[in-house]
């Protein structure tokens, strides 16, 4: 035989059920149970969200790590370039600062006749030293004009002059060519 069931209900029935009060606490606890199963979702649902936060913020954490390893991997690198840059400078300012030997050499094979040849050529920071022979005086003439007329250099001076033996039919001659500012002294005074 099944057993009875009972209802159990604290609320008495009766009037008072039906009195303002009794109608307010039925409507009270009515809503309060929405309230509370709205609240229990609301908690539940923050809760879940909660899990999630904690697992994005692992994430972060990991992805974090891994960029700190590859930035200070690169951190090596980037010191080898900072250093390669200086190198690269100060070859630039040394470069900047050189002679331009090939451009002397171009003009001194421009201003030089035919009939002259070279034993030695010594260029220095501010002068150039020739020393050869030639075979007139024709062309120790053209040499000294055209010198004193190129703009690369400023001053020129005929050192020393020996003329032609027996031996040798040729004029031998040391020149002192003085070079005009080159253009970092241009810069430096500009500054």
């Known amino acids: 035989m099944p057993a009875k069931t009972q209802d159990i209900n604290l609320l008495p029935k009766g009037q008072w059920e039906k009195g303002a009060v009794g109608k307010l606490l039925r409507w009270a606890l009515n809503v309060g149970r929405y309230v509370v199963v709205f609240t229990e979702l609301i908690v539940i649902s923050a809760f879940l969200f909660r899990f999630g936060l904690d697992r994005r913020l692992t994430d972060l954490n990991e992805e974090m790590g891994q960029k700190r390893v590859v930035v200070n991997s690169y951190g090596d690198f980037e010191e ?26 171009a003009n ?23 020393k050869g022979q030639t075979l007139s005086e024709v062309g120790l003439a053209t ?11 400023t001053g020129v ?15 031998d001659f040391r020149m002192i060519l003085e070079l005009v500012e080159t253009e970092k002294e241009v810069k430096g005074k500009k500054k």
């Open 80 to 105: 080898q370039f900072r250093r390669l840059q200086l190198q690269l400078k100060s070859v630039k300012k040394i470069e900047d600062e050189a002679l331009k030997v090939d451009v002397i050499l």
């Open 157 to 171: 001076v005929l050192e020393n002059v020996s003329s032609a033996t027996d031996k040798s039919q040729a004029i």
């Open 143 to 153: 040499l000294l004009a055209k010198a004193q007329t190129n703009e690369m250099f």
């Open 108 to 130: 001194i094979s421009q201003i030089t006749p035919v009939d002259t040849v070279y034993s030695a050529i010594n260029i220095a920071e501010e002068e150039i030293t020739l």
